[in-house]
Nanobody, 119 residues
Framework: QVQPVESGGGLVHPGGSLRLSCAASGVTLSNYAVGWFRQVPGKERVAVSC????????YYSDSVKGRFTISRDNAENTVYLIMSSLNLADTAVYYC????????????WGKGTLVTVSS
């Protein structure tokens, strides 16, 4: 069973940057599509970005396109979400998840890491 673990969340000022990490022990993340999602209390969880397992294609929601970058480090067995130009609307719990392909149902989810953008 894949158990993703997120890290890297924290408090950042508007305009700042953070790097989130998604790791999973015992499995090779490059064999899976890995997606990042976020959820604000009282709202639905929404997709932010995804990287495919097959050719490394990347996908972004319109709200983060041009500001966030998803990447893999296969040697570290980790997927990163580099977030820049953060604004108040980016405040959320961020989850990573694995699945067979981007845009499809995700099978395994991490417990999330909180990102707070505040002045």
């Amino acid at each position: 069973q894949v158990q993703p673990v997120e890290s890297g969340g924290g408090l950042v000022h508007p305009g700042g940057s953070l790097r989130l990490s998604c790791a999973a022990s015992g499995v090779t993340l490059s064999n899976y599509a890995v997606g990042w999602f976020r959820q604000v209390p009282g709202k639905e969880r929404v997709a932010v970005s995804c990287i495919s397992d097959s050719d490394g294609s990347t996908y972004y929601s319109d709200s983060v396109k041009g500001r966030f970058t998803i990447s893999r480090d296969n040697a570290e067995n980790t997927v990163y979400l580099i977030m820049s130009s953060l604004n108040l609307a980016d405040t959320a719990v961020y989850y990573c998840a694995t699945g067979p392909y981007c845009g499809g149902p995700m099978d395994y989810w991490g417990k999330g890491t909180l990102v707070t953008v505040s002045s």
